[in-house]
T-cell receptor, first 115, second 113 residues
Framework: GAGVSQTPSNKVTEKGKYVELRCDPI?????LYWYRQSLGQGPEFLIY????????DSGLPNDRFFAVRPEGSVSTLKIQRTERGDSAVYLC?????????????FGPGTRLLVL | GNSVTQMEGPVTLSEEAFLTINCTYT??????LFWYVQYPGEGLQLLLK?????DKGSNKGFEATYRKETTSFHLEKGSVQVSDSAVYFC????????????FGEGTQLTVNP
């Protein structure tokens, strides 16, 4: 079956611009997660959704970052006034349920470069 | 808070060599432990997991045992192949952290023919 998909695969933008990154989770998965991976590092948690609501957004670095999942399926990560330090690979994952035992399935990521 | 420490890479081995990648963790409560693999040009894939102490996860010839007494989850494979070349990430999810995964920094493995 189809896995987690993310668009675009690459995004180049200028400092100060606004960007949106999209994630399509596996059909039927109730939980959706966003992580950020800097070069040579492991992924770092940003936010996760259970259904339409953000269950934990404690990983968002500041108020320039915002994410939505209005219908409980597709999610969009929004970054305002981008900075060069936002350059990273943004990963989306989904799982059927939430909980520490659940397996998260990852998408290929969106590589964001802020010039 | 939760943290995961992996052995520093990169690791370079010859084909058929024995592999160990060390992983230790700090967590409150009783975490679940995971190994994810990232092949060149691909996304993160779950390799194996263990959800309670003394459990052994295994897949594709890889194994890891959840050792609570040493807070470790070392990854092993008896005979590596060139196709095992990838970056390996150890991760945990604990009761107190909800569903979020905490990852180690990753270990780059290169297997030469």
């Amino acid at each position: 079956g189809a896995g987690v998909s993310q668009t675009p695969s690459n995004k180049v933008t200028e400092k100060g611009k606004y960007v949106e990154l999209r994630c399509d989770p596996i059909s039927g998965h109730t939980a959706l997660y966003w992580y950020r991976q800097s070069l040579g590092q492991g992924p770092e948690f940003l936010i996760y959704f259970q259904g339409t609501g953000a269950a934990d957004d404690s990983g968002l670095p500041n108020d320039r970052f915002f994410a939505v999942r209005p219908e409980g399926s597709v999610s969009t990560l929004k970054i305002q006034r981008t900075e060069r330090g936002d350059s990273a690979v943004y990963l989306c994952a989904s799982s059927f349920l939430t909980g520490r035992q659940e397996t998260q399935y990852f998408g290929p990521g969106t590589r964001l470069l802020v010039l | 808070g939760n943290s995961v420490t992996q052995m520093e890479g990169p690791v370079t081995l010859s084909e058929e060599a024995f592999l160990t990648i060390n992983c230790t963790y700090t967590a409150t409560g009783y975490p679940s432990l995971f190994w994810y693999v990232q092949y060149p040009g691909e996304g993160l894939q779950l390799l194996l997991k263990a959800t309670k102490a003394d459990d052994k996860g295994s897949n594709k010839g890889f194994e890891a045992t959840y050792r609570k007494e040493t807070t470790s989850f070392h990854l092993e494979k008896g005979s590596v192949q060139v196709s095992d070349s990838a970056v390996y990430f150890c991760a945990l999810s604990s009761e107190t952290s909800g569903s979020r995964l905490t990852f180690g920094e990753g270990t780059q493995l290169t297997v030469n023919p």
